[in-house]
């Protein structure tokens, strides 16, 4: 037989306090404390008057080109990658608004750790789609000089910080930018992404510990879309969501909807106030759902069925915005086809133009790996390229 | 630090008790817990924050508190800090300086005595320097910090608190990638490094009262290493040993053995002797035993002289 304790009253009292803090400051504090998801976005296009961000009808008409950019780029991509022409590729199908409502609550200054789904992510935080693709064809102008797989996307330009293929490993370096940003008295931010596997890894405490107790200016978002490969989020936690995880590292989580766009735009910003105001870490888990496979690499249908898929289908991200902004009046309805055309003209030229750049010179193969080649890696770059005849 | 203020150093008890082994005792009250961070008990933690504090323009000096608690942060070492400047084409090039006590003779046991700079050396984007003095310590740690590549900074904690030498007070460099040649000699080259340097000296004594001049050069920067002063030396002796105390299979003499082997053959008089720890792991009781002794040491000299 099983004891249960109701610890809630216990809970409650210690969410209010911290309610408290941030009520003066937000007056959608109580979100942070609300064990609902947070959702700004109705299915029939209604919104939530009291919670709907203040943003201009430019700024929601250019969210959504950017949410139509980053899923023909990920059809692309796929398109590209089936007729060789790239060796590898990540669908971001599912989490435009996770990646697109997170980036557009940020500054140019602050800085990113996107994983390797957040094509959206970066291409609004200022890649143009020319070193997208540089980086796709890992060609000679590709900034990683074609040296990574080609989802791990670095600007210094940008600040979108390069990322290994080991899920976490990103996350303590957020924290430390973030524990330098405060150091420096620079007002500026960071935020990391991550799925939801990468919170079962030994990193993802480091880091979440790290950063509440050095209450660092950071926001990690978990792009929860309920599958790490081929195992469902029951196989990762036993935890009723991840978002309560951040309590227990001593900063608040929320969930939100990682399908309203809205929704994530509004938990985002409210956490960079929040960080630039001293406030410490958030955590953001934006529920959503991977539509494609984990990777070109990948076959879903090993493991899920297709009634799951049209479950999450008829609660796309896209149209579910589109709804809104016509029901706004922020986009005319001839408009939508014209997004997706002027998109397409975008990436079929970004495509052409990096797919004749060639690949990589021979001699890059050694520079790099210090600052100046030492005479160990020297004598392989001249065996290498016949030079000194050995 | 009080020469540049984005240096920050940060590990476990460094702040506040100064460190296990004494070794930044004083900071905390001089340069305050911003720059003086006593961490949480992480080491990947350590690291991985370390890399990002250096991306934005800190210069973090992390301690590993034993060298046998680096595994934790492995993945951070091997697959972040090495790799980030080529893995980015230059973009991010993180500048951390990772301390870390290493090697038996404090009685720790398994877990506070390994030598493994093997691994790190295996990996490439780091640089690898290990003082047996000092002088050494201080000129290799000025080098360290201003070093725009990652560094993994090896004390050898055995002479913590058997070592005692004045320091100059002044700025000085010691040389990354220079060996430095303790005692010059003509029979025999003995190659070392870090504690084992002392063990070294005293085989050295031994040997010349038998009439064998020992030729012992301190390696102190392992990646790079100064083939060159290996090789000047080998082809004067055409003899080699290298002692450490790390494991001799895959140890780092192996890599020495085939570099000089490859490219000094002709010179060699007898095969190169490797003396290390044994292929086990590291024992408590039998410390003395494991760690090569300079009998041990002498033993091999004498092989090669007679050879």
């Known amino acids: ?390 | 630090m009080s020469s540049n203020s984005d240096v920050v150093l940060l590990g476990e008890d460094l702040g506040r008790d100064g460190g296990v082994f004494r070794a930044t005792e004083g900071l905390l009250d001089e340069f305050g817990p911003q720059r003086v961070i006593d961490t949480p008990l992480s080491e990947d933690g350590i690291i991985g924050t370390a890399i990002g504090m250096s991306l934005y323009g800190l210069l973090p000096v992390a301690e590993i508190q034993f060298m046998d608690f680096a595994y934790p942060a492995f993945n951070q070492i091997v697959n972040e800090l090495a790799k980030f400047r080529y893995r980015s084409g230059g973009e991010f090039s993180p500048r951390v300086v990772v301390r870390m006590p290493y090697g038996g003779g404090i009685k720790g046991g398994l877990y506070h005595s390994q030598s493994t700079e093997a691994f790190f050396i295996h990996t490439p984007g780091l640089i690898v320097l290990t003082p047996s003095n000092p002088h050494d310590t201080k000129g290799l740690l000025l080098s360290a910090m201003r070093c725009p590549d990652p560094v993994i900074f090896l004390e050898p904690k055995r002479i913590y608190r058997t070592f005692r030498e004045e320091v100059p007070d002044d700025d000085y460099t010691t040389p990354i990638g220079k060996a430095s040649v303790v005692s010059e000699g003509s029979d025999v080259t003995l190659l070392s490094w870090g504690a084992m340097v002392q063990t070294c000296n005293e085989a050295v004594a031994l040997a010349s009262k038998e009439n064998i001049s020992v030729e012992l050069i301190d390696l102190r920067s392992l990646l790079p290493f100064d083939i060159e002063s290996i090789l000047r030396s080998v082809k004067k002796t055409g003899r080699l040993a290298i002692a450490h105390e790390a494991p001799k299979i895959g140890g780092f003499g192996g890599e020495l053995a085939a570099q000089v082997s490859e490219r000094a053959i002709d010179s060699l008089q007898a095969p190169i002797l490797r003396v290390g720890g044994y292929d086990t792991p590291f024992p408590y009781s039998l410390e003395n035993q494991y760690l090569p002794s300079s009998s041990r040491v002498l033993k091999a000299i004498k092989n090669l002289a007679g050879y």
Request: proline share 3%.
């Open chain 1, 1 to 390: 037989m099983s004891i249960q304790v109701d610890f809630s009253i216990l809970f409650k009292s210690s969410r209010e306090r911290k309610c408290l803090r941030w009520i003066d400051r937000f007056l959608m504090a109580e979100l942070l404390h609300s064990t609902n998801m947070l959702q700004i976005l109705k299915p029939n296009g209604e919104v939530d008057r009291k919670l709907e961000p203040r943003l201009t009808n430019d700024e929601l008409r250019m969210m959504y080109r950017y949410m139509v950019l980053t899923r023909r780029l990920s059809e692309k991509l796929l398109s590209l990658q089936r007729q060789g022409r790239i060796g590898f590729c990540v669908d971001s199908s599912g989490h435009e608004a996770c990646q697109i409502g997170s980036a557009f609550a940020l500054s140019p200054d602050d800085w990113i750790f996107p994983y390797y789904r957040d094509s959206g992510m970066c291409l609004v935080k200022g890649l143009s789609l020319k070193e997208f693709m540089d980086h796709t064809f890992t060609n000679e102008e590709d900034a990683c000089l074609g040296r990574q797989l080609n989802v791990h996307w670095a600007s210094r330009e940008h600040h979108i910080v390069s990322s290994s293929s080991c899920v976490a490993g990103r996350l303590p370096h957020a924290v430390g930018v973030a524990y330098a940003m405060k150091y420096k008295n620079q007002n500026d931010v960071c935020l990391t992404s991550l799925g939801d596997g990468s919170t079962s890894q030994g990193e993802f405490h480091s880091a979440m510990n790290f950063a509440g107790v050095w209450r660092a200016p950071i926001i990690f978002l978990v792009e929860n879309n309920q599958y790490a490969i081929s195992l469902p989020l029951r196989y990762q936690t036993a935890s009723q969501n991840i978002a309560i995880k951040a309590e227990a590292y001593g900063f608040e989580g929320v969930q939100v909807n990682g399908n309203d766009v809205l929704a994530v735009y509004k938990a985002t910003k409210m956490a960079v106030e929040k960080a630039r105001a001293g406030g410490g870490p958030t955590m953001i888990e934006a529920v959503t759902y991977r539509m494609g496979g984990h990777s070109s690499s990948d076959d879903p249908a090993r493991y899920r069925n297709e009634e799951e898929l049209e479950y999450w289908k008829a609660r796309d991200a896209i149209p579910l915005f589109r709804n809104y902004l016509t029901r706004k009046n922020a986009i005319r309805e001839e408009e939508y086809d014209e997004i997706v055309q002027s998109v397409d003209e975008e990436l079929t030229l970004a495509i052409r133009a990096s797919e004749k750049i060639p690949k990589p010179a021979l001699s890059t193969l050694f520079t790099d790996v210090y600052s100046e080649i030492p005479w160990h890696i020297k004598d392989e770059q001249d065996e290498a390229l016949g030079v000194g005849g050995q």
